[in-house]
T-cell receptor, first 110, second 116 residues
Framework: LAKTTQPISMDSYEGQEVNITCSHN???????ITWYQQFPSQGPRFIIQ???TKVTNEVASLFIPADRKSSTLSLPRVSLSDTAVYYC???????????FGAGTRLTVKP | GAVVSQHPSRVICKSGTSVKIECRSL??????MFWYRQFPKQSLMLMAT?????????EQGVEKDKFLINHASLTLSTLTVTSAHPEDSSFYIC????????????FGPGTRLTVT
């Protein structure tokens, strides 16, 4: 199982772009990268998933370099409501082996 | 989008009693369901994975006789905490994966268990 390393916490201000990087040096060929957001006392919410290069949806972008040993979640123009814990998961989505790492606690300030 | 519900959202029970938590996929058939436990300020820890109609696969260190998981149908899984103790107090979260979206896990809102 690929282990992930993320910054424990990050601070930002409203309107800024936030980039959270996740390291996964032991990522395997079949592994996908998935990011979740979690608010206190709630279940995680899916943000984005990718395998390589760049993926973009209505809320975020995911950048994955060619070696796939890291990935960066980019949140454009954050607001106070984006204050949450963000988790990077790496695993084989076909074999149910996705595990949560420690997560990054993002605090957005006014 | 796919919705997963949990019941109850909060439960308080006395030490030594058992409590059952339900996890339902409301608008899709869940071929696989997952149960997680989360302590304050910590990440989610996978407890077990269950496929419909078969026994759950427990993670190392999780007592299967204490945490009984039943995935009896494609829309319902239950977690029973037997002989609960205060150290079992935690936030329990289920998630589900369906045939139509096999690459995504949809999470329930969680159940806060307090054992007194």
């Amino acid at each position: 199982l690929a282990k992930t390393t993320q910054p424990i916490s990050m601070d930002s201000y409203e309107g800024q772009e936030v980039n959270i990087t996740c390291s996964h040096n032991n990522i395997a060929t079949n592994d996908y990268i998935t990011w979740y957001q979690q608010f206190p006392s709630q279940g995680p919410r899916f943000i984005i998933q990718g395998y390589k290069t760049k993926v973009t949806n209505e809320v975020a972008s995911l950048f994955i370099p060619a070696d796939r040993k890291s990935s960066t979640l980019s949140l454009p123009r954050v607001s106070l409501s984006d204050t949450a814990v963000y988790y990077c998961l790496v695993g084989d989505i076909y074999n149910n082996d996705m595990r949560f790492g420690a997560g990054t606690r993002l605090t957005v300030k006014p | 989008g796919a919705v997963v519900s949990q019941h109850p959202s909060r439960v308080i029970c006395k030490s030594g009693t058992s409590v059952k938590i339900e996890c339902r996929s409301l608008d899709f058939q869940a071929t696989t369901m997952f149960w997680y436990r989360q302590f304050p300020k910590q990440s989610l820890m996978l407890m077990a994975t269950s496929n419909e109609g078969s026994k759950a696969t427990y993670e190392q260190g999780v007592e299967k006789d204490k945490f009984l998981i039943n995935h009896a149908s494609l829309t319902l899984s239950t977690l029973t905490v037997t002989s609960a103790h205060p150290e079992d107090s935690s936030f329990y979260i289920c998630s589900a994966r369906g045939r139509d979206h096999p690459y995504e896990q949809y999470f329930g809102p969680g159940t806060r268990l307090t054992v007194t």
